[in-house]
């Protein structure tokens, strides 16, 4: 779809609408296109499993802290 820009303006939200559900949005001026509006792909907690399988956690580095021991064995990074 081409829109101009002075027109896109007026259609902001109902053009990022679009562009979310996938269409993409080309914005002109004097008929030229001079940008586009394209959905971003969703964002994904990279950070979360980054680092799997690159190290092995020590068994023994909850040993004394009950507490610890409780957050590793919720987030299963320890082996049971």
Known sequence: MQ???????AQFAEL???AEA????????YGRPVARLTATPPAANR????????FD????M????EALAA???E??????
């Open 3 to 9: 829109i101009a820009i002075a027109e896109a303006k």
């Open 16 to 18: 990022i609408r679009r």
């Open 22 to 29: 996938g269409e993409e949005i080309e914005l002109t001026r």
């Open 47 to 54: 950070l979360l499993g980054c680092m799997k399988g690159q």
């Open 57 to 60: 956690l020590p068994q023994d």
């Open 62 to 65: 909850t040993e004394g802290d």
């Open 71 to 73: 957050l590793f064995r």
């Open 75 to 80: 987030s299963r990074l320890l082996p049971e």
